[in-house]
């Protein structure tokens, strides 16, 4: 790897990690690309600085290949959680200074936090998260982007709120956390209305603190009992 620029390990190449990985090679990165199968490490082979065939569930597979050089690893494997996991552990155990996780749902990101991961992306709520920027400062959304403590969720509704709304749930009082916006049939209603009630099938948007969404699980556990 040329350290003059910037170098990334994309570990995980199906449509998201090798989209990711071709883009970075194309603005002119170093770019280590790694995958457990042949036929896509040799797509990948004539576009990007590296290409390597390993499945990170095996002991020592990133083990020689350049991992430990680099400047950030993103982790683009969160349809394997094991996988995921392992490779995020491995590459906190190797000082990679930046890891950047992929996540399949929330619960998924929280667990790739705790694990080392510095950043969790969550590829399906991205319209949700560019939808709430509109609610928002440009300065106030930044920060919650980078914030360690505030973040934007997505979660499907629970069972114990469909044919509810806000005002009976009484959700930001009870909770701490505001519903920002609802997913419904491909469509996003921003900021809804306190009397909007809750389909099965939608998906919720919650700007809260870390802390108040760990005690979301709970709270809708003691409220289905």
């Given at each position: ?17 090798s ?43 990133l ?157 809708i556990?003691?409220r289905?009992?």
């Amino acid at each position: 790897m040329d350290k003059k620029k910037k170098s990334y390990a994309v570990i995980g190449c199906g449509r998201f990690g090798s989209s990711l990985a071709l883009e970075l090679s194309k603005q002119g990165m170093e770019v280590l690309a790694v995958d457990a199968s042949a036929e896509v490490v040799n797509e990948l082979a004539e576009d990007v600085t590296v290409a390597v065939q390993a499945d990170v569930t095996q002991d020592g597979a990133l083990d020689g290949i350049g991992l430990k050089d680099v400047d950030v690893a993103i982790i683009a494997m969160s349809g394997d959680f094991e996988s995921s996991i392992m490779a995020t552990t491995i590459c906190r155990e190797k000082n990679i200074p930046t890891v950047i996780a992929k996540a399949k749902d929330s619960r998924h990101g929280r667990i790739l936090h705790r694990m080392g991961a510095m950043k969790v992306i969550l590829p399906e709520r991205e319209e949700g998260i560019r939808l709430a920027h509109l609610l928002t400062e440009n300065s106030i959304y930044e920060h919650l982007r980078m914030s360690e403590e505030y973040s934007i969720e997505e979660f499907p509704v629970p069972e114990t709120w469909i044919d509810s709304n806000l005002n009976e749930l009484n959700i930001r009082q009870m909770l701490n956390i505001s519903i920002i916006a609802i997913k419904r049939d491909g469509k996003m209603l921003i900021n809804p209305r306190p009397d909007e009630p809750f389909f099965r099938g939608d998906m919720l948007y919650g700007l809260a603190s870390n802390k108040e969404f760990q005690g979301l699980n709970q709270w809708i556990t003691q409220r289905q009992k």
